[in-house]
């Protein structure tokens, strides 16, 4: 009769371990292609939603810029006003 070292009977068992680990811990083919199937449509999901949001970012940074300009008009009209009023009381 043939003897096994222990160490090689301890790598087997090992592997049996192993092997029963990912039995338990693995997904059949349908459920992974389903979970596939979901992350690529919040990937999509994820892309539209930042796309969205760049736009509306841009859109809000144009407001802001187009109210600067608003803003800085308004007050070189108020210094010329403010310059018509001081000269007409002198």
């Known amino acids: 009769m043939l003897t096994v ?3 090689v009977l301890s ?3 090992d592997l049996k ?3 029963h680990d990912l039995k338990t ?3 059949s083919k349908s459920v992974f292609n389903e979970l596939k199937a979901e992350n690529d449509q919040l990937k999509q999901d994820l892309e539209s939603v930042k796309s969205q949001y760049s736009r509306r970012f841009r859109d809000l940074m144009a407001e802001i810029d187009e109210e600067k300009k608003i803003r ?3 007050q070189v009209e108020m ?3 403010r310059k ?3 000269e007409s009381h002198v």
């Open 79 to 81: 210094e010329r006003i």
């Open 5 to 7: 070292p222990a160490h």
């Open 84 to 86: 018509i009023v001081a």
């Open 17 to 19: 371990k192993e092997l």
């Open 72 to 74: 800085l008009a308004t």
């Open 25 to 27: 811990h693995t997904v």
């Open 11 to 13: 790598a087997i068992d």
